[in-house]
């Protein structure tokens, strides 16, 4: 299940019913459960999209059901639905890293914009962990001397100064250069700079 998906977790089934018909207009893939433990035995790290889960329903609790996901790593973005003596708990689950949760009585347009913005998010941390991979992948073709010649380009030092610190000749270290370059598919220190920087975010 890759596809990216609005999983509702909700012991009514008339709101399952309801929110899974009302997403469905903004042509959002679904899928309903009637338990946090229903979801947690069938959750793979693979899936793709967001969580609307109630914050309060019959034995495992939506934030019983949150904590097991953290604890198993899951990134999804988590929107809760709360009844109006549940707020401080969903503010406690922000804190953990919560998306956002919604009070009812909320409008359709409300819940609709939410689950959108968590998909968008997402998706977006799907992009962006996918440009790590890839810049790993680049990196892991360099040899040693070339990291250490990428280390000291980033550095700012001239060729002149890297062949002196690293006994090399200027000729060498202009071929690191030009294979890092290459290897690294940037044509200058700066993009580089700036590729790297991705990492460390």
Same mark, same amino acid.
């Given at each position: ?7 509702? @977790?909700?012991?009514?089934?008339? @709101? ?10 903004? =042509? ?5 459960? +009637?338990?946090? /433990? ?12 967001? @969580? %609307?889960? +109630? ?11 949150? +904590? ?31 998306? &956002? ?7 359709? &347009?409300?819940?609709?914009?939410? %689950? ?5 998010? +997402?998706?977006?941390?799907?992009? =962006? =962990? ?43 270290? /202009? =071929? ?9 598919? %940037? ?10 920087? %991705?990492?460390?975010?």
């Amino acid at each position: 299940m890759n596809q990216a998906c609005a999983h509702i @977790i909700d012991d009514d089934e008339a @709101i399952r019913d309801a929110l899974q018909w009302l997403l469905k207009t903004r =042509a959002v893939a679904c899928r309903t459960w +009637d338990s946090g /433990e229903a979801f947690l035995e069938a959750w793979q790290p693979s899936w793709r999209g967001c @969580i %609307v889960l +109630d914050i309060r329903m019959h034995g495992m609790s939506g934030l019983e059901c949150f +904590d097991a996901l953290l604890a198993r790593g899951c990134e999804l973005p988590v929107i809760f639905i709360t009844g109006h003596g549940d707020v401080p708990m969903a503010v406690a689950a922000l804190k953990k890293g919560a998306f &956002h949760f919604i009070e009812k009585p909320f409008t359709d &347009h409300d819940l609709e914009d939410l %689950v959108e913005k968590a998909l968008a998010l +997402d998706a977006e941390r799907q992009r =962006a =962990a996918a440009n790590r991979d890839n810049i790993e992948a680049h990196l892991a073709t360099l040899t040693q001397r070339e990291r250490e010649v990428m280390d000291l380009i980033l550095e700012g030092k001239y060729n002149k100064v890297i062949a002196d610190q690293l006994s090399i000749s200027m000729r060498t270290v /202009e =071929a690191h250069r030009s294979r890092i370059f290459d290897k690294m598919a %940037v044509r200058s220190a700066v993009e580089l700079a700036q590729m790297l920087t %991705v990492l460390r975010g």
